[in-house]
């Protein structure tokens, strides 16, 4: 994530103190489908930038586009031709699009899902030779440029190549496009180097905002992406190192690892796989991990709402509560250290993709979590909906007690300002809502694979209906949740001014 600084509204003690130490900061993983107790691929991403930050949940229909037609990037100025029909597709935008649309997550209707982007930068000496782009490709305008046009995860990857190729890339970026056949992963080095691979099914992968790729094989065009001057660059550069003999590529880009992406990287390895060989201090996280554990889509939830469970460390924003200060930046400070779950996250989702679900319903699940999953619920949706609950829907950039968004920021608020009160009695509630889903779901999926062979509609409009009645329940009770932890709030307050 990488976007303008805007904040909104009062803020509460630990809003204030994410904000002191704000980062682009996003968390992506991948788990192969290998690794998995079910046989289904599971990818996504913590969208980590600031706290009161609204996000939004919606469905662009498909549509024909007049010829001639340009996107229009309004925060940076990137302009690019338009092909003459957009598929329909779900995304997790912002309210602001002068800011950027960012788009960020979604399915479209033939079964390719993206998340885009982690946010990450070359090092200076890179960056002095192959310089960012100010009007190229940002993540502003990638999921939007890409999603609604594309039918395949790699004609995604290669749509991504040829823009950059042709209008240079206005940041660092690290993307995830999957399908039926597989992910994609795809780091944007510099301004016109990238280097895509297909995800090995036997691997998991967890990536903050650097650099991972090591060795690739540029001759393996089946499994490989690149731009034509990945090594020569570094060797320009003079940043260019080996490992084993062979070009490195997260070596040769980028800069040193700051403490931010140390702390990430560490505790989400080790959160997939308590028995990993890494350590805090490694100078380098290799992307592709091993295990012999198997993991579940909880695995995948429980690695979003990471605070450094089972290590010795403590998330930076705890500082304040224990009474050492507040920090004043984003490095580790004697034992705390910034967390995948931290105040600074808008939204998270875990894409959960199946083998035996046809492409219209998007060949897996979408749970998306919006707001902090530290408290925010992960609700599942296929590709196929056609409207969203309103909730998902309001563009207020303070406080609405009609949005999504607002009413979970406010509980998370007060219920990690008021841990002792509070305790982990509204995520212990949610665990068992998204446990009752993860049943339910496994039988709409199959209702709804047989019903979409036979009548495409009728499977859209059911799970259109399902998803939004859910999403009402939900909602109505995370408004008594609010209701009760303000009123109980109060009361404490009450007791401390007597």
Same mark, same amino acid.
């Given at each position: ?268 390895i080790k959160s997939l796989n308590p028995d990993a060989k890494v ?55 004697k034992g705390y250290a910034y967390p995948i779950s931290n105040p ?34 992960y609700l599942p949706y296929l590709a196929n909906i056609t409207d969203?609950? /309103? &909730?998902?829907? +309001? *563009?207020? =950039? !303070?406080?609405? %007690? ?54 495409? /509609? &009728?499977?859209? +409009? *059911?799970? =259109? !209906?399902?998803? %939004? ?30």
């Amino acid at each position: 994530m990488n976007k303008k600084k805007i904040a909104f509204g009062a803020i509460t003690l630990l809003a204030t103190l994410a904000l002191q130490s704000q980062v682009d900061a996003c968390t992506g993983f991948i788990i192969g489908k290998n690794l998995t107790t079910d046989g289904t691929t599971l990818f996504g991403r913590t969208e980590d930038l600031e706290p009161n930050h609204n996000k939004n949940f919606i469905v662009y229909k498909a549509k024909d586009i007049a010829k001639g037609a340009k996107w229009k990037d309004q925060s940076n100025g990137f302009e690019y031709p338009l092909p003459q029909h957009a598929y329909r597709y779900t995304a997790v935008p912002d309210v602001t699009p002068k800011d950027g649309v960012f788009d960020e997550a979604g399915f479209n209707e033939h079964g390719v899902s993206m998340s885009a982007t982690v946010s990450a930068s070359a090092n200076k000496k890179i960056q002095k030779q192959d310089p960012y782009v100010k009007d190229g490709l940002a993540e502003s305008s990638m999921t939007s440029m890409v999603l609604p046009y594309v039918k395949t995860a790699k004609q995604g990857i290669e749509k991504i190549a040829n823009i950059i190729d042709d209008k240079g890339a206005a940041e660092g970026n690290i993307v995830v496009l999957a399908d039926k056949d597989g992910v994609w992963y795809m780091e944007i080095l510099s301004g016109h180097q990238y280097v895509a691979i297909k995800f090995p099914d036997d691997k998991f992968a967890v990536f903050p905002n650097t650099f991972y790729l090591g060795h690739v094989n540029f001759k393996d065009k089946d499994r490989v992406i690149a731009s034509k001057g990945v090594e020569s660059l570094a060797k320009k550069a003079k940043t260019y190192q080996e490992v084993d003999g062979q070009f490195h590529i997260a070596r040769s880009y980028n800069p040193p690892m700051d403490d931010a992406n140390r702390s990430r990287v560490y505790s989400g390895i080790k959160s997939l796989n308590p028995d990993a060989k890494v350590t805090y201090k490694d100078a380098n996280y290799e992307l592709l991990q091993s295990s012999d554990k198997k993991l579940s889509l909880e695995d995948a939830m429980k690695l979003q709402r990471n605070r450094f469970e089972g290590l010795n460390l403590k998330p930076l924003d705890q500082m304040a509560l224990d009474g050492k200060g507040k920090p004043k930046s984003k490095k580790a400070v004697k034992g705390y250290a910034y967390p995948i779950s931290n105040p600074n996250v808008m939204e998270a989702h875990i894409f959960q993709l199946q083998p035996d679900m046809p492409a219209e319903l998007g060949g897996g699940v979408m749970w998306l979590a919006i707001g902090s999953p530290r408290n925010a619920p992960y609700l599942p949706y296929l590709a196929n909906i056609t409207d969203t609950y /309103q &909730a998902y829907q +309001e *563009k207020s =950039t !303070k406080y609405n %007690k009609k949005s999504w968004y607002w009413s979970i920021s406010h509980i998370n608020n007060m219920v990690a300002a008021n841990p002792k009160q509070f305790g982990t009695q509204v995520i212990d509630e949610v665990k068992q809502w998204e446990k009752t889903w993860m049943k339910e779901q496994e039988q709409t999926n199959q209702e709804l694979t047989n019903l979409v062979k036979s009548d495409p /509609q &009728a499977a859209a +409009e *059911k799970e =259109t !209906k399902l998803s %939004k009645e859910r999403a009402a329940k939900t909602f109505k009770r995370l408004k008594e949740i609010e209701a009760r932890l303000e009123k109980d709030s109060s009361k404490k307050d009450d007791k401390t001014k007597k």
